[in-house]
């Protein structure tokens, strides 16, 4: 796990990553609700990982949470995602983060709606979406 983490350094990320990209995915940092590229993004397709370009989440998956950050109800595979606890803030929550490259992407919570329960509560801009192929 965190193969490529291992091998790009930090110098590396600040390169290839805009400065907004790196506080969120390198840094932990969090948008601002309703501000993001995708939290009403409705449009069929796969969000990515704005990192290393793992497949994470599926639009199928999407649902209106009204928190303002794009919110699945589960991973495109278990395995894409890693969780971690996080006690900053003073709060107990469950960090999301990108399996290969380690990058933050944000909170999962068990609020979520039917089939799961869970909220994949994610920074927009940790996500790369590209839309379905018509033909597909
Ligand atoms: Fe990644």
Not at 60 to 66: L, R
Not at 112 to 117: L, N, R
Request: hydrophobic share 20%.
């Amino acid at each position: 796990m965190m193969t490529e983490n291992e091998h790009t350094t930090e110098e590396e990320w600040k390169e290839k990553l805009t400065e907004e990209q790196y506080k969120v995915l390198r840094l932990k940092g969090t948008e601002r609700p309703f501000t993001g590229k995708y939290w009403d993004n409705k449009e069929k397709g796969v969000y990515y990982c704005a990192g290393c370009g793992t497949p994470l989440f599926n639009s199928k998956s999407k649902f209106k949470s009204g928190s303002g950050w794009p919110s699945f109800t589960n991973p495109i595979d278990e395995s894409n995602v890693h969780e971690e606890q996080d006690t900053s803030l003073n709060m107990r929550r469950t960090e999301v983060l990108c399996s290969k490259c380690g990058g933050h992407l944000g909170h999962v919570f068990d609020d979520g709606p039917k089939p799961t329960g869970m909220r994949y509560c994610i920074n927009s801009i940790s996500l790369d979406f590209k839309p379905k192929n018509k033909e597909d």
